[in-house]
């Protein structure tokens, strides 16, 4: 048996070591460190699966979502509504009418901050105030996260998984927020991406509306299935 003796100058070295790994990971770093890494954000699933989803996340555009809800209506489809807390709170009767149409309700956050840019704390607060105001008034816990902007890092992961929720992002961008979207070119970007276990993101804007028809019935053309994230998911 050996007996390896630690002179007075290695001792020093470890002792410093140990000080540095101390000074080095925070709490919350080491807890981090030795967590089980987040699962990445769902984009698509397989595109064997002959389904996709639409998702409309929701923090203006009151004017366009009663003609939004009538054309899904009139084309059968159901959809995924992301919405802000701030939005549920100030749009009350308008929230219940988009639950009553039979669509799933998101969270998407109270104010739309960029999730990578604040504390865990302040991520922690956004998504559950939402799911709190959501609750309240329908009587429903949201089971998905959608990040304002698509904007999240591993701190809004852990939060939103700590609170139960998957982290949806898009495959397909109708990009309809931006300056200059017609209603052609919201179709060409849209269909111009593979359809099969995707994910498409959209927003009340009146070009969207106009499109909203024509897309549907394409896509449907292509024998592929429009729903909400559930139905994508758990298909």
Same mark, same amino acid.
């Given at each position: 048996m050996r007996v390896y003796i630690i002179n007075k100058k290695n001792l020093m070295i470890i002792c410093t070591v140990i000080i540095l790994l101390l000074i080095f990971f925070t709490e919350e770093s080491i807890n981090t460190f030795f967590t089980k890494e987040n699962e990445e954000p769902?984009? @698509?699933?397989?595109? =064997?699966? @002959?389904? #996709?989803?639409?998702?409309?996340?929701?923090?203006? $555009? +009151?004017?366009? /979502?009663?003609k939004l809800l009538d054309i899904l209506e009139e084309k059968g489809v159901k959809i995924t509504f992301f919405v802000t807390g701030r939005w549920a709170y100030n749009n009350v009767e308008l929230l219940k009418l988009i639950h009553s149409k039979g669509h799933e309700i $998101? +969270?998407?956050?109270? =104010?739309? @901050? #960029?999730? =990578? @840019?604040? =504390?865990?704390?302040? +991520?922690? /607060?956004e998504i559950k105030k939402t799911e709190e105001v959501i609750d309240n008034i329908l009587g429903v816990k949201p089971k998905y996260f959608a990040p304002p902007s698509g904007d999240y890092n591993d701190t809004t992961l852990e939060v939103a998984k700590e609170l139960g929720y998957k982290t949806i992002l898009w495959s397909i961008d109708t990009i309809d927020w931006r300056k200059g979207s017609t209603k052609d070119i919201i179709i060409k970007r849209v269909m111009n991406k593979p359809h099969a276990g995707a994910i498409l993101l959209m927003h009340p804007k009146p070009a969207t509306v106009e499109a909203l028809p024509y897309l549907i019935d394409k896509i449907k053309e292509e024998g592929i299935e429009i729903g909400t994230i559930s139905d994508l998911l758990n298909k």
């Open positions: 769902i984009r @698509k699933v397989d595109p =064997s699966i @002959k389904r #996709m989803a639409f998702t409309c996340n929701v923090d203006w $555009g +009151n004017e366009e /979502i009663p $998101g +969270n998407h956050a109270y =104010s739309h @901050k #960029m999730h =990578s @840019k604040i =504390s865990k704390r302040q +991520n922690y /607060i």
